[in-house]
């Protein structure tokens, strides 16, 4: 399957934790996405690479989330001191410029309850 | 501030029917807009994306229609099946520059039997 795969698919933690997801995007893309939604919403931006360079970064992103893209591979999403705000479905998605347009293709995304 | 509203919320209709999702966003200045599928639980599938300087977008069942000045797209099914039944987002890009998507809250689709 070359399609964008996530780690875990589900993650149960207790408040006060530390969480860390993984994202492998779509081979040569060098675009990478993190996206929260929680029930009911459409998707909310979180932050965005091209290739290992975090080029923008939503407000929702605290000081207690960090996301990293080392070599510009996989990326990482790092959120400390879990609080049950933070359950939400995160979703990864992966572009690359074909053209004068890129699509983003979305990964099954990890679903975090916080209790 | 860019906002995305999708209207309905919610739709049943019987299979075979054609119907029309909307969604409407507030600054006409965006790149591009995207529709995608979710399924319960799941990521979210591309079905069209439509460039600001483009019209319309089709696929198979699919037609996707953007009006950039009066801040509006439309996605059209035609001949609905149940295996439709899903939740349909559409999203905004606001500039090349930025990744961003933003997307509205979803119409969720039924289609019965």
């Known amino acids: 399957d070359t399609g964008v795969s996530q780690n875990p698919r589900h993650k149960i933690t207790k408040r006060g934790q530390n969480v860390t997801f993984r994202c492998d995007p779509i081979s040569e893309h060098n675009r990478l996405y993190w996206y929260r939604q929680t029930l009911g919403q459409g998707p909310e931006f979180l932050t965005y690479f091209q290739n290992e360079a975090q080029l923008e970064k939503s407000r929702l992103l605290s000081d207690r989330f960090s996301a990293e893209r080392p070599k510009g591979s996989f990326s990482t999403l790092e959120i400390q001191r879990t609080e049950q705000g933070d359950s939400a479905m995160y979703l990864c998605?992966?572009?690359?410029?074909?053209?004068?347009?890129?699509?983003?293709?979305f990964g099954p995304g990890t679903r975090l309850t916080v209790l | 501030k860019q906002e995305v509203t999708q209207i309905p919320a919610a739709l049943s209709v019987p299979e075979g029917e054609n119907l029309v999702l909307n969604c409407s966003f507030t600054d006409s200045a965006i790149y591009n807009l995207q529709w995608f599928r979710q399924d319960p639980g799941k990521g979210l599938t591309s079905l069209l994306l439509i460039q600001s300087s483009q019209r319309e977008q089709t696929s198979g069942r699919l037609n996707a229609s953007l009006d950039k000045s009066s801040g509006r797209s439309t996605l059209y099914i035609a001949a609905s099946q149940p295996g439709d039944s899903a939740t349909y987002l559409c999203?905004?890009?606001?500039?090349?520059?930025?990744?961003?998507?933003?997307f509205g809250q979803g119409t969720t689709l039924q289609v019965k039997p």
């Open positions: 999203a905004v890009r606001g500039s090349s520059n930025t990744g961003k998507l933003i």
């Open positions: 998605a992966s572009s690359v410029l074909a053209g004068y347009t890129d699509t983003q293709y």
